[in-house]
Each structure stands twice: as structure tokens, then as C-alpha cells.
């Protein structure tokens, strides 16, 4: 028992750390332009440390768009992409880990067991589950790398769903950091058209198949 409090305190303090560092910090440094500076200073190992500060980022819960505007600002839209799908998927790895080592245990004697249908459900459908969620740029990215963590997903299907889920968003938000370079351009306004509609389709989907499925699951009662 005291090895589980141990952990739950330990994963609670990681989290409360990295809130009150994120607080705490300088305002420019939420500015894509400063850490496209900061970066291009390490001369040709940057791509190297841009990769490094995604993949320690869960740890202090810095926004991660504000990273992909960086990259986009720093790199282009390609490049930057390539390097913020390397750095954002060892972060979630990272963030990951901590959690199941760090929260798994404590989660389940806290519940007393309540996780079991959330566990089954993530066991068979993780896959889906995490890539239609990594789809939604309106869902915190921190919070399905921890969460995941504290469920009985396979690693697996959360590695393999992880990349091919933030992989259109990376895109998206580097693509409109790329285009910071010359704002009110029309690839700033074809950036900005890429985001919402990142945004928009994965909900619509949803919606769309919700409905999809009543009419199917109703149509098939009225034959019963």
C-alpha cells in the first residue's frame, strides 16, 4: 500500500510540477518567433534540439501548438512537420510511461476496480479510441498521453496509433507557422482554412456516424 501512495504522490507532484513551472514562466517564451531564435542559435544541431524540447515537453505541459508554430517558423512546413512527428510521438512515449509506472496502480486502488469497462473498451478499441482522439486538435494532447497511461490500452495499439493520429495536425499547425513569415498571405489564409478544418471534419464524422448507426440500428428493429 505504501508503494502505491508513493507512486500516486510522486505522479500527482510530477503533474503539479510541471503546471506551476509552465506558470511560472517567462510570456516570451509562449512567442513561436523567441524559440525559433532560441533554437537556430544551437546552429546545425537545432532540428536536434527542437526534437529534444517535444519530446521533454509533456513533462512541463507546454503547449504543444506553440511548439508546432515554432517548428513550422524554424524549419518550413515539411521539415517541420518531419521533426515535430519524431519529437511529439517519443513525448507521448515519455508521458506515457510515466503515467502506467507512476499512476496504474494507485488509479485502480483509488477506484476500486471502476475501470473495468474503460479497460476493456481500451483493451479491444484502443486503437481507434486514441487515433480518432489524436484527431481532434480541440482534445489536450497531454491529457491523452496521460490518460492512456492509466488505462490497460496495449502499447502497441497506442504506438502505432499515435503518430498517424497527430500527423494531419502537425501538418496543419506548422504549415500556418511556416506561413508567420508573411501573414495575410494566402497561404496564411490557406493555413488558417487547414486548422478549422481539422477541427470541424473528426466531430462531423462522429456525428455523422452516430446518426448513421441509430438509423441502421432502427431500421433493423423495425424488420424484428
Not at 505522479?11 to 516570451?28: H, I, M, T
Amino acid at each position: 500500500m505504501n508503494r502505491h501512495i508513493a507512486k500516486g504522490l510522486l505522479f500527482v507532484g510530477l503533474v503539479f510540477s510541471g503546471v506551476y513551472l509552465l506558470r511560472s514562466l517567462d510570456a516570451q517564451l509562449f512567442q513561436p518567433a523567441i524559440i525559433r531564435e532560441y533554437i537556430l542559435s544551437f546552429g546545425w544541431i537545432a532540428p536536434l534540439v527542437y526534437i529534444f524540447l517535444y519530446t521533454i515537453r509533456p513533462l512541463f505541459f507546454f503547449p504543444a501548438v506553440i511548439l508546432s508554430l515554432a517548428g513550422g517558423l524554424t524549419f518550413g512546413p515539411w521539415w517541420g512537420t518531419f521533426f515535430d512527428l519524431i519529437g511529439a510521438t517519443l513525448g507521448s512515449f515519455l508521458a506515457f510511461g510515466a503515467a502506467r509506472k507512476l499512476g496504474r496502480e494507485t488509479m485502480e486502488k483509488w477506484t476500486r476496480g471502476r475501470l473495468g469497462k474503460l479497460d476493456i473498451y481500451m483493451n479491444e478499441q484502443g486503437f481507434k479510441a486514441i487515433l480518432f482522439l489524436r484527431l481532434i486538435p480541440l482534445v489536450p494532447f497531454d491529457a491523452v498521453n496521460y490518460g492512456a497511461g492509466l488505462t490497460r490500452i496495449r502499447f502497441r495499439d497506442y504506438a502505432l496509433a499515435t503518430p498517424l493520429g497527430i500527423l494531419p495536425g502537425a501538418f496543419a499547425y506548422n504549415y500556418l507557422g511556416a506561413s508567420l513569415h508573411q501573414v495575410f498571405s494566402p497561404m496564411f489564409f490557406m493555413a488558417i482554412a487547414l486548422v478549422i478544418a481539422l477541427m470541424i471534419i473528426p466531430a462531423g464524422y462522429k456525428r455523422w456516424n452516430r446518426k448513421t448507426t441509430n438509423m441502421v440500428t432502427m431500421e433493423g428493429r423495425r424488420k424484428i
